[in-house]
């Protein structure tokens, strides 16, 4: 029997994100990510998945996965995600993420992936002893991109490529099976101020969960005090902060908070600047702690008010991946009827 091409999507506008389960979420993961999805949910169809599947491209403690998978949600909620206006769920609990990432696989091409500068970041000169999953990760993303057939995704500098690679293989997919328009080509969200937050203990690395100095992070279950003695120890220079942003270029840790503060206030550099020029960092950093205090206690306290009642926490998780799998099975039926698999004739 002759199936029929399935159409290509035209409902409204689909964003899907997530973030990884490993490690405590910290200030970065809050101004890169977190906050941005919030107004999003107004815009869009949202859904805003915990990244366990990506956790384990790298060794995770099993004991703790599911105590991270719930953390993960619960600062989404506590950040301002409404469950239910946006889709909430574990990644691993929606299965068509990853019958569609096989089938990606066969689609996605080697020289494609060896080109992905992240990997050979992170896998330094030691790539033979990385998981074939931290190597394969990009065409998972693209499969929990396109299992949504999400017209927009939020990226940062640093998921730019991958975000090519997904339109790559939806072109590929869409071209080799006939079905054009059937996965969109993902148009990405630029990220704005305070995407890129670099550690408090060296201005030239990006805050990171897996930094061994835990005062190389503000992360969002510090308390009040926790956080003010975080920005105090922050390291800075001697000089004071300059009259323009041109005068941050080569102070990388002062460049790094004013745009902290910047991000957290809402403003741009140059205001900040207008506001401490010529003042040092002991003026400054007090301002920053307070500000950091103000707007991240808040998210603290109701993240611990979460997390404190998991039954809750899988409730919300357990609907998002019902509604997630609603959406996404179809989309993997469809994908299967144009590779050519078998269904019965019934």
């Not at 490993?22 to 906050?35: C, E, T």
């Not at 330094?124 to 990009?138: D, F, I, N, Q």
């Not at 800075?236 to 990388?252: F, N, Q, S, Y």
């Amino acid at each position: 029997m002759t199936q029929s091409t399935p159409a290509a999507y035209q409902g409204p506008m689909r964003v899907v994100s997530g973030v990884q389960a490993s490690g405590a979420l910290h200030l970065g993961n809050y101004l890169g990510a977190l906050r941005k999805f919030v107004p999003l949910q107004d815009e869009a169809q949202c859904f805003i998945f915990v990244a366990d599947l990506h956790a384990i491209t790298v060794w995770q403690d099993p004991a703790i996965l599911a105590a991270q998978t719930r953390e993960v949600a619960a600062a989404y909620i506590a950040c301002g995600l409404d469950p239910k206006r946006a889709v909430i769920f574990p990644q691993s609990a929606v299965r068509a993420h990853l019958d569609l990432a096989w089938i990606f696989n066969c689609v996605a091409r080697i020289g494609w992936l060896d080109r992905m500068t992240q990997f050979k970041e992170k896998s330094g000169k030691h790539k033979e002893r990385e998981s074939v999953g931290l190597y394969t990760y990009p065409v998972l993303q693209a499969a929990d991109i396109l299992v949504y057939q999400a017209t927009h995704v939020p990226v940062g500098e640093d998921q730019k490529q991958h975000l090519e690679l997904t339109r790559d293989i939806a072109a590929k997919f869409n071209n080799d099976f006939g079905a054009p328009g059937f996965f969109p080509l993902t148009e990405a969200l630029i990220e704005g101020p305070g995407a890129r937050i670099m550690s408090l203990r060296d201005g030239r690395s990006k805050m990171s969960k897996s930094d061994p100095s835990d005062y190389s992070r503000i992360n969002l279950l510090d308390d009040a005090d926790t956080v003010a003695q975080k920005v105090r120890k922050a390291r800075t220079d001697p000089e004071p902060l300059p009259e323009t942003v041109e005068g941050l270029a080569e102070r990388p840790e002062a460049d790094n908070l004013v745009g902290i503060y910047a991000a957290l206030s809402g403003q741009a550099k140059a205001e900040v600047l207008a506001r401490y020029a010529g003042q040092g960092f002991g003026t400054f950093k007090p301002a920053l702690a307070d500000l950091a205090v103000a707007v991240l206690g808040p998210i603290g306290t109701e993240m611990r008010r979460l997390i404190g009642d998991p039954a809750e926490l899988d409730r919300i998780l357990l609907d998002g991946a019902r509604r997630a799998a609603e959406t996404a099975e179809p989309v993997v039926e469809a994908t299967k009827r144009l590779v050519g698999f078998w269904q019965a004739e019934v």
